[in-house]
């Protein structure tokens, strides 16, 4: 007797899927995705974000066939960006980026029990185009660092223009990043 142990998220799918068979509106297959899926995938994800391409495009690939499932279009000449675009969905990628810099934020701003001062070195000289919350980039050595929460988030938080990353609060920070994509 074989026994197999699925992992937690493959249910959730599966389970979505069978409850399709009764649900036949967009906006409720969009929350359900977004309620049990989705949220599975991003849970963390600040901390364990991939860096490897084929990593990256197997996290992609869920969201991609939620949007084939959510419109319901699973002719191989069906569009899947055309979809995420019409649901109006960001790339899971792209959302990953912006938690890490709102953690940043939260950080920077002592809105966390993560005090920033062993971890973040405001930079000396700012060139014209930056802002006043600018860090020192990391220097590494090895991917386990290189590919790790500050010395990945730091070089995105320096690009950002001033008005973001110099935003009143954690909501005016937040909807500055909306239309932004990296």
């Not at 007797?1 to 599966?14: A, Q």
């Not at 849970?43 to 996290?59: A, F, L, M």
Request: charged fraction near 20%; proline fraction near 6%; hydrophobic fraction near 35%.
């Amino acid at each position: 007797m074989v026994i197999i142990k699925l992992h937690p998220l493959f249910i959730y799918i599966n389970y979505v899927y069978v409850c399709s068979k009764t649900i036949f509106s967009p906006v409720t297959k969009t929350k359900a995705y977004i309620s049990m899926v989705r949220s599975n995938i991003e849970y963390c994800s600040t901390v364990w974000n991939p860096h490897h391409k084929y990593q990256i495009d197997k996290v992609e690939m869920v969201q991609r066939r939620a949007a084939r499932f959510t419109t319901n279009r699973y002719h191989n000449t069906s569009s899947v960006s055309d979809m995420l675009t019409e649901l109006k969905w960001d790339t899971l990628k792209n959302r990953r980026t912006k938690q890490q810099l709102t953690m940043l934020y939260r950080i920077t701003n002592d809105l966390v029990a993560i005090s920033p001062k062993p971890y973040l070195k405001p930079a000396k000289l700012m060139p014209r185009s930056s802002h006043r919350l600018q860090y020192i980039q990391y220097s590494t050595s090895t991917d386990t660092f290189k590919y790790s929460f500050f010395p990945r988030t730091i070089p995105n938080w320096n690009t950002l223009p001033a008005s973001i990353a110099e935003a009143p609060s954690l909501a005016s920070f937040k909807s500055g990043l909306q239309a932004l994509t990296f």
